[in-house]
């Protein structure tokens, strides 16, 4: 009896001793996120070697992501492999219980993507502008075009992009 | 006549104006107020009414100004201060 008794402890400490391998090293990687990566919530780094006592907030997180140039790609990419260094992270990412979404920045690149709709002269009325709602464009307005208050407003209500030429 | 805002429309040419100003009080209960020539060619149509036939009438006027001449300007004073009145003809306090 006592010598299993004395396998078992082996065993378990050779397991704790495993663990704390597998999670130890890897826990300190998402406590410092990719530089340039904002609005990142902080990864439950103290977590990982607490006994998976994860509270139930941290079940699903998602996190928010500004990609605006080739350089916050790489950021953000550098960012996924140092959080796949850590198993629960990696299992979060799989299972789906880590997501993430486009922050800030999000509308901005939107509006650069949209084709423009340029328009030289004559008045801009609120069908105008609603029809370019429509085609998903923005306005690009000459020096001779002259926007009305109601289109601006409808403008402003349907989130066109408005650029005027001076 | 509380909420009274007044609304601007300005051409280049006089039948630009004439047409905006008649596309004007056909669109919205609105009435003319004045209309001035500073030269140039350029004629001011001014309105007053409530806010939102107000809004309607410069949409509408300005719409028709562009068809038959150049329009120059549009604009829309929600609420003009009575100071406005001493020295403007806009008719709307």
């Known amino acids: ?166 | 006549m509380s909420s009274t805002a007044i609304g601007m429309i300005e051409t280049k040419g006089f039948v630009a104006a004439l047409a905006a100003a008649d596309a004007m009080v056909k669109a919205a209960n609105v009435t003319i107020t004045d209309r001035q020539e500073v030269g140039d060619g350029l004629v001011a149509v001014v309105i007053a009414g409530e806010v939102g036939a107000v809004k309607a009438a410069t949409e509408a006027g300005a719409e028709t100004a562009s068809q038959v001449g150049e329009l120059v300007s549009v604009h829309v004073i929600p609420r003009p201060h009575a100071e406005l009145g001493n020295h403007f003809d806009t008719s709307a306090t």
């Open chain 1, 1 to 166: 009896m006592s010598t299993s008794l004395d396998l078992r402890a082996v065993i378990a400490d050779v397991v704790r001793e495993v663990v704390a391998d597998l999670v130890g090293p890897a826990a300190p990687a998402p406590s410092t996120p990719a530089p340039g990566t904002p609005a990142t919530p902080a990864p439950p780094a103290g977590v990982a070697g607490a006994e998976h006592v994860t509270p139930p907030t941290l079940r699903e997180r998602v996190e928010a992501v500004r990609i605006g140039d080739d350089a916050d790609l790489d950021r953000f990419a550098r960012h996924l492999l140092a959080l796949f260094e850590n198993p629960k992270n990696r299992q979060d990412l799989r299972a789906g219980r880590l997501r993430f979404r486009l922050a800030g920045g999000a509308a901005a690149a939107e509006s650069a993507d949209r084709p423009a709709q340029r328009i030289d002269t004559g008045a801009v009325t609120e069908r105008q502008v609603r029809a370019a709602a429509e085609a998903g464009r923005r306005l690009v307005l000459g020096r001779r075009a002259v926007l009305t208050p109601l289109a601006r407003e409808k403008a402003r209500a349907l989130g066109v992009p408005i650029e005027k030429e001076r």
